[in-house]
């Protein structure tokens, strides 16, 4: 079954180390499938002759909970329209 919320990958790096290792992160962000959180995904693996090592760790916010900081913390900024126009 597709995801219905795919994610947007905000950072995505290969690096390959002079011992031969090879090193992919990747960091995402999406929706809930209920749309009521969001999450936030860091992916790291790390290959090299021993083998491959990898760790996945996710957080999660409250869409209604970030909506609320970005409220109490942002810098608002309003528009207006010149009803002359």
């Known amino acids: 079954m597709p995801c219905e919320n795919p994610a947007m990958i905000l950072e995505q790096r290969l690096v390959k180390r ?11 962000l999406r929706l809930s499938s209920d ?3 969001l999450v936030l995904s860091r992916y790291i693996e790390h290959y090299s002759h021993e083998g491959v090592q990898w760790v996945e760790s996710t957080h999660t916010v409250p869409v ?21 126009l």
Do not use: V, Y
């Open 18 to 28: 002079a011992n031969a290792a090879l090193h992919c992160r990747e960091t995402s």
């Open 35 to 37: 749309r009521d959180t």
């Open 64 to 84: 209604r909970a970030l909506l609320k900081w970005m409220i109490s913390h942002g810098e608002p900024q309003t528009l207006s329209q010149d009803k002359d």
